[in-house]
């Protein structure tokens, strides 16, 4: 059942990074880089799932995925950077 689990979850992740690549609006930010966040979500949906299966044991699919879900959203918004704007300096 596990690796339904870690299937689904990498096909998850990439669902949302490719999502996020095609309709995050430019207001938000932009990515570093499209091979970056293409990994991303997927690493990301796989850790969450293995660390969910973990906790939760098996015969929990539809939380692991949802925690897979979660956890490859959150670190997907940490790659996007600020869009236009003034940059700052720490010494400014």
């Given at each position: 059942?596990?690796?339904?689990?870690?299937?689904?979850?990498?096909?998850?992740?990439?669902?949302?990074?490719?999502g996020a690549l095609?309709?995050?609006?430019?207001?938000?930010?932009?990515?570093?880089?499209?091979?970056?966040?293409?990994?991303?979500?997927?690493?990301?949906?796989?850790?969450?799932?293995?660390?969910?299966?973990?906790?939760?044991?098996?015969?929990?699919?539809?939380?692991?995925?949802?925690?897979?879900?979660?956890?490859?959203?959150?670190?997907?918004?940490?790659?996007?950077?600020?869009?236009?704007?003034?940059?700052?300096?720490?010494?400014?």
């Amino acid at each position: 059942m596990i690796l339904w689990e870690a299937l689904g979850s990498v096909l998850i992740g990439l669902a949302v990074s490719y999502g996020a690549l095609r309709w995050l609006p430019e207001r938000y930010g932009q990515f570093r880089s499209r091979t970056l966040t293409l990994a991303t979500g997927p690493v990301a949906a796989l850790f969450g799932a293995l660390l969910a299966h973990s906790v939760l044991g098996p015969g929990q699919t539809p939380a692991t995925l949802a925690v897979s879900l979660g956890v490859a959203v959150a670190l997907l918004s940490l790659l996007l950077r600020q869009g236009d704007g003034a940059r700052r300096s720490a010494t400014a």
